[in-house]
């Protein structure tokens, strides 16, 4: 399975998760292929935005984690600072 697939099974099982197990309904969600560091743990990046809030979001889970774990640190999540840049003066 190449690793474009496995990452569209991940998210499709990650959605059912997000329906089953939490009230976030998800506008759209990425999950990356496992990143390997040269120290460390290898790791996934997580990207989504919810249907009632369209700014996106990330975090970082355990490359081994289940689409219930990734569920929970969805819904767990606390947002950092938003940063906009200024509008052009001119």
């Known amino acids: 399975m190449s690793s474009n697939a496995a990452t569209r099974s991940s ?3 990650l959605a059912r998760a997000m329906r089953s197990h939490t009230a976030l309904t998800l506008s759209r969600c990425r999950l990356s292929a496992p990143i390997e560091p040269p120290w460390g743990q ?3 990046m997580v990207e989504w935005s919810l249907k ?7 975090c970082v889970v355990p490359a081994d984690c ?3 774990d990734i569920a929970d640190a ?3 999540h ?12 001119d």
């Open 66 to 68: 289940t689409p219930s």
């Open 42 to 44: 290898p790791y996934r």
């Open 11 to 13: 998210f499709s099982n």
């Open 78 to 89: 606390v947002p950092g600072r938003r940063y906009t840049l200024p509008e052009d003066e």
């Open 74 to 76: 969805l819904q767990s």
């Open 52 to 58: 009632s809030d369209p700014h996106l979001q990330r």
